[in-house]
């Protein structure tokens, strides 16, 4: 199609009206939808946008009044600091008002446009015929998954920071492949140690290069770290399991790179020593003992093609399906009329009425940076840590990953742009603490959520718990399946 034509100019509105995220950027997917679902957007109680998606042609509904706020992100774009204002997606003509949502009854109400929310509002529209309105407190569908592209280089970002598909769930991988074109990649990361670039998870290459050895084999390395691992005994005399993630590393590479990497990563990422954080945090770093510096060992690794956002509006794209974003639950569960509810946002805030302490939880910021007429990379890998306080000339690194998107999908362009990660608290809940006190308080908040009647507890940041894409996805199916075990499959599909 030209690019000027109207229905490509209409396309770009669309994809615009997708575009709310706080770094420049342009449309997600830019395609074209053939279902008669209806996404309504709630920017103020006043304010609707509705992306009503016809057979062959697409349009733009609006209804709003008063001022619209804006989002003024940093951009620190290598010299220079830019500030950059954004709208939300407000038209310049008064449309006729659109049906109020919330007049109607469904049979689902679920809260969060993530992947635990998305894939059981699916679940139930394709497998049951059933209706399902999505609440979703951001400006965008898809959750922390949510990736776009950038305005100013062209290239596929993510706003919540890398997100990389791998799972050994034979059912996940299949229920992915309908929503997707699928690229195999296998995640490797390397990191700045000592001014050395080195593979992470450790390898023999990282042994070799950080400690100047020569280890040739898989019987050598072995070697090797048995003379590094650490052993904990019991009162008996006995071996005895890791309490809590110091332990872990200490069992697993022993002190020398628990200094250089595991003890100053973990306190930038978590603001707390190893020693204070269960044995879960660095159970899940792998160490091998062979030059195989994958990230993952799941047999399914793969990206999608067209990035993960379309899937999301691939999965949502039903006419059973009603997504309301830039929608405060708390501000509108009165007016709900559903027969069951799905939450899938933070446990700690549903209680909030009950004053109790709330959990805790780490998040991340992201600085933006462009480097113009780079044709090729900034940085020799996708992802490298920086898990060092200080760099070899003793200067504060204070950040723990810089991410360039750039690196890939076969991504081409005459810029990069790559992110600098720091960790953080406050801000967007991405990883809970687990230490003993906040295990014992969400048990407390647990006990709660049982015995909620008519609200299905769902996802990561209800179960308190760090899940991978794949676990969410798994967990999403497989509380779908208990909850509608004794339902008939409906004839009709979606």
């Known amino acids: 199609m030209p690019p000027n034509t109207p229905r490509s100019q209409l396309k770009r509105k669309l994809s615009n009206a997708f575009n ?13 939808s053939t279902s008669s679902s209806s996404i309504y957007n709630l920017v103020r109680p006043t304010t609707t946008l509705a992306l009503i998606i016809g057979a062959s042609w697409l349009s733009i509904l609006t209804r709003y009044s008063g001022n619209n706020s804006e989002l003024k992100p940093s951009i620190n774009n290598m010299a220079q600091q830019t500030t950059v204002t954004q ?28 992947l635990s929310g998305s894939v059981i509002a699916e679940q139930y529209a394709t497998k049951f015929g059933q209706t399902s309105l999505i609440i979703e407190k951001r400006n965008h569908i898809g959750g922390n998954v949510y990736d776009y592209i950038d305005d100013e280089t062209g290239i596929r970002c993510s706003l919540y920071g890398a997100h990389l598909f791998h799972t050994r769930h034979e059912r996940v991988w299949e229920y992915v492949q309908q929503f997707a074109d699928w690229i195999p990649y296998e995640h490797s990361v390397v990191g700045n140690v ?40 019991d009162e008996d005399g006995n071996t005895r399991e890791p309490v809590n993630s110091e332990e872990v590393a200490l069992t697993r590479v022993g002190q020398r790179l628990y200094d250089l990497i595991f003890k100053p990563y973990t306190y930038k990422q978590w603001a707390k020593y190893p020693a204070e954080l269960g044995p879960e945090v660095l159970s899940r770093i792998p160490v091998r003992n062979n030059h195989d510096g994958r990230y993952f060992s799941d047999p399914h690794q793969a990206l999608p093609k067209d990035g993960y956002t379309p899937i999301f509006e691939k999965m949502l794209n039903s006419p059973k399906i009603t997504v309301l974003t830039n929608t405060d639950f708390f ?13 899938s946002g933070q446990i700690d805030t549903y209680y909030a009425d009950l004053g109790w302490p709330k959990l805790e939880y780490r998040s991340l ?8 007429e780079t044709k090729g990379y900034y940085q020799e890998a996708f992802v490298v840590n ?6 070899v000339n003793g200067k504060d690194v ?20 790559y992110f600098i990660e720091r960790s953080k608290d406050g801000g967007e809940p991405y990883y809970p603490v687990p230490n003993q006190e906040n295990k014992d308080l969400y048990r407390r908040y647990q006990e709660m959520a049982e015995k909620e009647e008519g609200v299905t507890f769902v996802g990561r940041l209800a179960n308190y718990k760090y899940f991978n894409m794949d676990d969410a996805i798994l967990n999403a199916l497989e509380l779908f399946d208990k909850d509608t075990k004794d339902m008939t499959v409906s004839k009709s599909s979606r």
Not at 107 to 112: E, M, W
Not at 365 to 372: L, T
Not at 398 to 416: M, P, W
């Open 331 to 343: 501000a509108v569960r009165d007016r709900l009329k559903c027969k069951r509810i799905y939450y």
């Open 87 to 114: 709208q939300h997606y407000l038209r310049e003509k008064e449309e006729p008002k659109l049906d109020d949502p919330f007049a109607i009854e469904y049979d689902n109400c679920i809260i969060g446009a993530g």
């Open 365 to 372: 910021s992201f600085e933006r940076v462009v480097q113009k």
């Open 20 to 32: 709310t995220i706080s770094s420049p950027q342009r449309s997600n997917s830019g395609s074209s």
């Open 398 to 417: 204070d950040y723990t990953r810089i991410v360039e998107y750039k690196h890939l999908l076969n991504q081409t362009s005459d810029s990069t742009v």
């Open 386 to 391: 920086h898990p060092q306080a200080t760099d």
């Open 194 to 233: 000592n001014g050395k670039i080195v593979p992470i998870p450790v390898t023999i290459d990282t042994v070799n290069t950080l400690f100047d050895l020569n280890i040739q084999s898989t019987q050598e390395m072995d070697e090797w770290l048995k003379n590094e691992q650490v052993q904990f005994k």
